[in-house]
């Protein structure tokens, strides 16, 4: 699963398997039974509007496709994998954003109620810290998580 042709498979996957209304539906009544007491981290092209439309805190995590495109061909080539030309994943990225946005079950959008926040340039360190801040900003610091994990 970790290869270059088998996770962009399941990418692909992921994204028809959401366009499904009853695969989608089962997938995120799971979800919501492991998030309905809160305290729940997810992702996903639908979380904020189909799976958790009533969290507390939504991101809508973004990159141009161009950021995207090299990101991706930067961690196939850091596992060994020789990758696509920028423009094949470009295309490729661009394919599957229109896909999902224009499906019929949960297409991806942003919630109306999440804050958009454009990653492009940013190091993952500062995407962390900016996710942590917002949670700060946006969360009772009684409900923080210990700072021990626990």
């Known amino acids: 699963m970790a290869g270059g042709g088998a996770d962009r498979g399941v990418r692909a996957g992921v994204s028809g398997g959401g366009a499904q209304g009853g695969v989608g539906r089962a997938l995120a009544a799971r979800q919501e039974v492991r998030g309905g007491k809160g305290g729940v981290g997810g992702g996903g092209r639908d979380i904020g509007t189909a799976v958790f439309p009533g969290a507390g805190v939504k991101v809508f995590l973004t990159a141009t496709v161009g950021e995207r495109a090299r990101r991706r061909a ?71 998580p210990a700072a021990d994990g626990a």
């Open 74 to 144: 930067q961690d196939l080539q850091q596992r060994g994998f020789a990758a696509p030309p920028l423009a094949e994943l470009e295309a490729q990225i661009a394919a599957r954003d229109h896909q999902d946005s224009s499906r019929e079950v949960a297409p991806l959008r942003q919630a109306e109620d999440a804050v958009e926040l454009v990653t492009d340039g940013m190091a993952i360190e500062a995407v962390i810290q900016a996710l942590v801040d917002l949670f700060r900003q946006r969360v009772p610091e009684e409900a923080w």
